[in-house]
């Protein structure tokens, strides 16, 4: 089977930094997508990673290690607004659709 | 950049009826995917077309759900009949074609079912 595990919820408050973790059991792997879905809107993609190592985009960033089936989405300075589910997903091969894990729930608290 | 389109956004019927959905991607991505997301879960695809071809319905339940993308633009999903599982969203999403075009999925504001 393939699977994705994150944890179901997250809660931090404003200006926290908070790591959101994701290991993978896929029959294949060409790369690990995060995406954020505000409640009632559409996931809108975050960051991706290919290769091993650290991604940054602003005050996203997102690691991956392929040796440990393992990433992990890093959230700093949080606002109010980052306040969303949040998921990971894996691409098994190029130019596939995506399996998406079951989201974790960051709530973001003043 | 207009987005990808959808709809109706909202639907409400009765198990046994029909219903369709329509999405029209981002103009120039090749790639449609059609994803159902259960209250509480991620997405799960449903068909991915390439143009006006198939790439994956594997996961489609053709007993019941049909897809098409004739003209390799806009798309539609029907269900025939519905069942009460079927309640979810249903999202759309397009991508240009490549090696890395599953890395950024833009995705449409989706369909709300409710089946009674």
């Known amino acids: 089977g393939q699977s994705l595990e994150q944890p179901s919820e997250v809660t931090a408050v404003e200006g926290a930094i908070v790591q959101i973790n994701c290991t993978y059991q896929t029959s294949g792997f060409y790369g690990l997508s995060w995406y954020q879905q505000h409640d009632g809107g559409a996931p809108t993609f975050l960051s991706y990673n290919a290769l091993d190592g650290l991604e940054e985009t602003g005050r996203f960033s997102s690691f991956l290690s392929r040796s440990d089936s393992y990433g992990y989405l890093l959230l700093q300075e949080l606002q109010m607004k980052d306040s969303a589910s949040y998921f990971c997903?894996?691409?098994?091969?190029?130019?596939?659709?995506?399996?998406f894990g079951k989201g974790t729930t960051l709530s973001v608290s003043s | 950049e207009a987005g990808v389109a959808q709809s109706p956004r909202y639907k409400i019927i009765e198990k046994r009826q029909s219903v369709a959905f329509w999405c029209n991607p981002i103009s120039g991505h090749a790639t449609l995917y059609w994803y159902q997301q259960i209250l509480g879960q991620g997405p799960k695809l449903l068909i991915q077309?390439?143009?006006?071809?198939?790439?994956?319905d594997s996961q489609l339940p053709k007993d019941r759900f049909s897809a098409e993308r004739l003209k390799g633009v806009d798309s539609t999903l029907k269900i025939q009949p519905a069942k009460l599982e079927d309640s979810a969203v249903y999202l759309c999403?397009?991508?240009?074609?490549?090696?890395?075009?599953?890395?950024?999925?833009?995705f449409g504001p989706g369909t709300r079912l409710l089946v009674l």
């Open positions: 077309f390439q143009n006006n071809g198939v790439v994956d």
């Open positions: 999403a397009s991508s240009l074609v490549g090696d890395r075009s599953q890395e950024t999925q833009y």
């Open positions: 997903a894996v691409g098994n091969q190029a130019g596939t659709a995506l399996i």
